[in-house]
């Protein structure tokens, strides 16, 4: 399918024709096939078979068995799904043609990504939640990413109920993948909801046993696996102990405009201490001529007593781009005084940061 795009937002295309482009395909076997080949020239082998522990030091695995010194668990997590049909995430890039309507049950980052794809295919789209939209983010976050949905014609409604719509996809989070792996015979403390129990190390009951990722519950965040990977590689092998701390992490959901959000809420902040908050809705220099209804959201949260900046908030254009090199602050440590001080590179989005008042 192809996009047409006018005044910055998707035109509805008829619902027909398949979704599993060629081009897709391509791409991820690209993709694999790297990752394959970066792990060849380190001198891993990589055994395509299910592995199961047999004790504490082995794992059986395609006919063979193998002993280790350590053992790295980074599983993932597999899609929740309710009783009932339906599809996942996974599975709409197979569908042999797009549906007329879909009702998507879940609001986190999943659910609204997809219901603006979706929406922008032509598809009607209903986006089903329990307790509002995007609750890990600022609620000023929230309202304008829904703004966005409504802009993009999806129906957002509190329920459960996808009757009525030719098709239903689970977006209610991920489930992590442990079960019979043998983890629990050889003594690794798994907790109810199936994640493997890790210390900050990310090393599990079994000192030589060690989890990433999806799997352990912690964050579920492909940058936050990779992190979590190289600190275990650092500590066991690099002679530098690295445990991961879980403050300041950078993220995004790519809505229309996209969001993007580093440090703590407003809320969050609230519960700690007295705050200071710099709001600004405004409309960009660069769709200002053109007449463009395109808004940015940027939110800033500061500790009243010592200056420093607690969280950066943008809903708009380019957000991810900016939050990112914001974090580098934010880890540093940066004050409202420090953004104060710094001098505004002019006519940019980002220039906000520095101009709030």
């Excluded at 997809?114 to 309202?143: E, Q, S, W, Y």
């Excluded at 053109?290 to 943008?314: F, P, Y």
Aim: one cysteine or more.
């Amino acid at each position: 399918m192809t996009r047409a795009v006018k005044g910055g937002r998707f035109r509805r295309r008829p619902s027909t024709g398949a979704t599993s482009s060629p081009r897709r395909i391509r791409e991820i076997a690209r993709l694999s096939a790297g990752y394959v080949e970066r792990l060849h020239r380190a001198k891993a082998r990589t055994i395509e078979a299910r592995a199961r522990l047999v004790d504490a030091h082995t794992l059986e695995v395609g006919g063979e068995r193998i002993t280790a010194a350590h053992i790295l668990v980074a599983t993932g997590g597999a899609p929740r799904i309710p009783p009932g049909t339906w599809i996942t995430s996974d599975d709409v890039f197979h569908l042999p043609k797009l549906p007329a309507s879909i009702a998507i049950l879940g609001a986190g980052y999943i659910g609204v990504e997809f219901a603006h794809i979706l929406a922008g295919f032509g598809v009607k789209v209903t986006l089903l939640h329990r307790n509002g939209i995007l609750r890990c983010f600022d609620p000023d976050v929230a309202t304008e990413v829904a703004r966005g949905l409504a802009v993009a014609g999806v129906a957002v409604v509190q329920s459960d109920d996808v009757s009525g719509h030719e098709l239903a996809m689970a977006a209610i989070g991920r489930a992590p993948v442990s079960a019979d792996m043998g983890l629990e015979e050889v003594g690794v403390v798994i907790d109810d909801r199936g994640a493997i129990v890790v210390d900050e190390y990310s090393c599990t009951s079994v000192s030589h046993i060690y989890a990433v990722g999806d799997v352990t519950q912690r964050v579920s965040l492909t940058p936050i696996a990779i992190r979590e990977g190289a600190a275990v590689a650092d500590t066991l092998f690099g002679g530098m102990p690295t445990p991961i701390r879980y403050d300041h992490i950078p993220t995004a959901v790519f809505a229309q405009p996209p969001a993007a959000s580093v440090g703590l809420t407003e809320p969050a902040a609230r519960l700690r201490g007295d705050v200071k908050i710099f709001r600004a809705r405004f409309r960009p220099m660069r769709y200002a001529l053109s007449g463009r209804d395109e808004h940015v959201l940027i939110k800033l949260v500061v500790d009243r007593a010592t200056d420093r900046m607690l969280g950066i908030h943008i809903v708009g254009p380019d957000a991810p781009e900016i939050v990112q090199a914001a974090a580098i602050a934010v880890t540093m440590g940066a004050t409202k005084a420090d953004f104060d001080r710094t001098f505004a590179l002019h006519p940019t989005t980002a220039e906000e940061l520095v101009l709030l008042r």
